[in-house]
């Protein structure tokens, strides 16, 4: 990584955690889970599955969460994705309603898509790499509005 990649500022950064109504379910279940497994068991293998399960649970919920959008450095980040800011073109936002055509129907299959139920608006960034064939990216984002601006601005 160059050295002026970890210095650029950075135009905008948000991470799309699992909100608290999205732990108990999960949680619950882990802990079911481990309890019928806890009744065929005695003794100290009883334990066992709570120590194992409940934590899987907590870090497969902490790892839905580690996706971050950053536009900073030149680039476009979603998650483990990138993409040079002169390569975008037409930036388009999605709220909760809108985004049910954009994820259906209007789906390119070709598209890189980051989608996370539990955050509202999407935003579509077109690509304008011809060496690429994907088409557009489709992510998830809580700023739509704020990251367009970003984008759009560049």
Known sequence: ??????????AFRERLYV???????????AVLLAAEIHMGFPGVRSWL???VLVPLVVLLIVRMGAVKVEV?????????????????????????????????PNLDP????????????????????????TPYWLFSVRSADELAAVLRGR
């Open 72 to 104: 900073s450095g030149g680039e476009l980040r979603v998650g483990e994705a990138h993409v040079p800011l002169e390569l975008l073109g037409e930036v388009e936002v999605f709220d909760a309603r809108s985004k049910r055509r954009a994820m259906g």
């Open 1 to 10: 990584m160059s050295e002026s990649a970890v210095t650029a500022p950075i």
């Open 19 to 29: 909100p608290w109504w999205g732990w108990p379910l999960p949680l619950g279940a």
């Open 49 to 51: 599955p709570y120590a």
């Open 110 to 133: 070709a598209a890189f898509v980051a989608h996370r139920g539990w955050v509202g608006p999407m935003v579509r960034v077109k690509l304008e790499d011809p060496a690429d064939p």
